[in-house]
Nanobody
Framework: QVQLVECGGGLVQAGGSLRLSCAAS????????MGWFRQAAGMEREFVAA????????YYADFVKGRFTISRDNAKNTLYLQMSSLKPEDTAVYYC???????????WGHGTQVTVSS
């Protein structure tokens, strides 16, 4: 298993930036593909971005392309999400996840709240 703890959320004005971090412990972090998801109030959880085991490949939802960047530091067992040009519709709880062998998110953090004011 792997344990995930997110931090870095907060309140920011539209157009601002935030960097989320996800610290991993337990099994070898570098053996997992990782992802970020988000869930707005009253909405289903949705995919935001993902990154391969050593960071060579990244994937983004269309609504964050060009604004968000996912990265990882395997030496620090940490996943990042750099968010810029934030919009009020980016307001949500952001979760990091570790993908299992079926390439489905098997492990989840508890989330960090991001609120973007207009």
């Amino acid at each position: 298993q792997v344990q995930l703890v997110e931090c870095g959320g907060g309140l920011v004005q539209a157009g601002g930036s935030l960097r989320l971090s996800c610290a991993a412990s337990g099994r070898t972090f570098s053996s997992y593909a990782m992802g970020w998801f988000r869930q707005a109030a009253g909405m289903e959880r949705e995919f935001v971005a993902a990154i391969s085991w050593i960071g060579g490949m990244t994937y983004y939802a269309d609504f964050v392309k060009g604004r968000f960047t996912i990265s990882r530091d395997n030496a620090k067992n940490t996943l990042y999400l750099q968010m810029s040009s934030l919009k009020p519709e980016d307001t949500a709880v952001y979760y990091c996840a570790a993908y299992g062998p079926r390439l489905l998110p098997d492990y989840w953090g508890h989330g960090t709240q991001v609120t973007v004011s207009s």
